[in-house]
T-cell receptor
Framework: GESVGLHLPTLSVQEGDNSIINCAYSNSASDYFIWYKQESGKGPQFIIDIRSNMDKRQGQRVTVLLNKTVKHLSLQIAATQPGDSAVYFCAENFNTGGGADGLTFGKGTHLIIQP | KAGVTQTPRYLIKTRGQQVTLSCSPISGHRSVSWYQQTPGQGLQFLFEYFSETQRNKGNFPGRFSGRQFSNSRSEMNVSTLELGDSALYLC??????????????FGSGTQLSVL
């Protein structure tokens, strides 16, 4: 089946810089997208979501951009802090009308913050 | 409000045995989903329960099963364990789940090791 993927398994940034984590999805029928953050020993933690009728959504220090034309999703983290170190997953949801409707996750990008 | 609680936190079993994992969703949440997380396959959807009924199922063999109780608590069972079942099993809850686009709240998972 189709799946969500991420461009880079690891991303290293300097503390204080902005981080951009990218994700490419292949299912044009996907109508809902979520970014999760997973720290070592913990479950995924919700960061931000966006529906397919939007192309940008902002949260606290985070912005998600959705480009449906090229099926691309990105997460921007402003002024990266040490606590942002984690693995970031994008996930998509599409309603097939039957069968498995669970979220489809990408393989994750490990964000490393350099002091 | 308490988060999603999963027990036990760690589990070691041998091949051929069976195992039962438990999940208590956030109070008021009626949907419980289960995911398997491995380094090779990432996060994969197992199944979703709502009002004691399995509503959606991923592509896993019949050895993986689950159930949900009237208080929305859920259990998943894996019979005839194989080495490849070693993984982090994550439970997630949401208000409605299924074909409604809403964020999932994850527990910290049960780390299962099969020897």
């Amino acid at each position: 089946g189709e799946s969500v993927g991420l461009h880079l398994p690891t991303l290293s940034v300097q503390e204080g810089d902005n981080s951009i984590i990218n994700c490419a999805y292949s299912n044009s029928a996907s109508d809902y997208f979520i970014w999760y953050k997973q720290e070592s020993g913990k479950g995924p933690q919700f960061i931000i979501d966006i529906r397919s009728n939007m192309d940008k959504r902002q949260g606290q220090r985070v912005t998600v951009l959705l480009n449906k034309t090229v099926k691309h999703l990105s997460l921007q983290i402003a002024a990266t802090q040490p606590g942002d170190s984690a693995v970031y997953f994008c996930a998509e949801n599409f309603n097939t009308g039957g069968g498995a409707d669970g979220l489809t996750f990408g393989k994750g990008t490990h964000l490393i913050i350099q002091p | 409000k308490a988060g999603v609680t999963q027990t036990p936190r760690y589990l070691i079993k041998t091949r051929g045995q069976q195992v039962t994992l438990s999940c208590s969703p956030i109070s008021g949440h009626r949907s419980v989903s289960w995911y398997q997380q491995t380094p090779g396959q990432g996060l994969q959807f197992l199944f979703e329960y709502f009002s004691e009924t399995q509503r959606n199922k991923g592509n896993f063999p019949g050895r993986f099963s689950g159930r949900q109780f009237s208080n929305s608590r859920s259990e998943m069972n894996v019979s005839t364990l194989e080495l490849g079942d070693s993984a982090l099993y994550l439970c997630a809850s949401s208000l409605l789940g299924g074909r409604v686009n809403e964020k999932l709240f994850f527990g910290s998972g049960t780390q299962l090791s099969v020897l």
